[in-house]
């Protein structure tokens, strides 16, 4: 008895993990919209999507204000960053994201700014049905908070 009920408690154990484990994927793919922490502005729409286990971000569309050019590339890229002059909606800008599971939040990646062409390190976690993306350099963080996209591409 005592050896059936060690078995229940690993099966319910490892269950109970496959399901969170599950959930946080499903929590964090998908449409979200992008907010410029500076102006309040939507900017974007960006997919995340699992690709083998990492997580990555592409942007499906950009909000444009009226003179704006509607199909940008990525001029200010690096001379060496292969998104050097191709088109942003498209572009993938989240890469190489891996699931903390201690943290609860996937990290390890990296996040580029098309806007300015610079790459940074990268987290990403679902706080509040938002989800918040940290760009960083060393201890030099910004966080912007997404929201969930259910609009037009």
Same mark, same amino acid.
């Given at each position: 008895m005592k050896k059936i009920t060690f078995l229940l408690g690993i099966l319910i154990s490892f269950t109970f993990f496959a399901y969170n484990s599950f959930a946080q994927h499903e929590e964090i793919t998908g449409l979200w919209k992008t907010i410029d922490d500076e102006t309040g502005e939507p900017k974007s729409v960006v997919e995340i999507y699992l690709n083998e286990g990492k997580l990555y971000g592409k942007i499906v569309k950009l909000f444009r204000k009226p003179g704006e050019d509607p199909d940008p590339v990525c001029? #200010?890229?690096?001379?060496? =960053?292969p998104r050097k002059n191709q088109k942003i909606i498209g572009m993938t800008i989240i890469t190489?994201? $891996?699931?903390? /599971? =201690? =943290?609860? /939040?996937? /990290?390890?990646? /990296?996040?580029? =700014?098309?806007?300015? +062409? #610079? $790459?940074?390190?990268? #987290?990403?976690? $679902?706080?509040? +049905? #938002?989800?918040? $993306?940290r760009g960083y350099v060393l201890f030099f963080h910004r966080t912007q908070e997404w929201v969930r996209y259910n609009g037009e591409i």
């Open positions: 001029d #200010k890229c690096d001379e060496d =960053d190489d994201m $891996v699931y903390d /599971e =201690d =943290d609860d /939040e996937w /990290e390890d990646g /990296e996040i580029l =700014d098309p806007k300015n +062409g #610079k $790459v940074y390190d990268c #987290k990403l976690w $679902v706080e509040n +049905g #938002k989800l918040q $993306v």
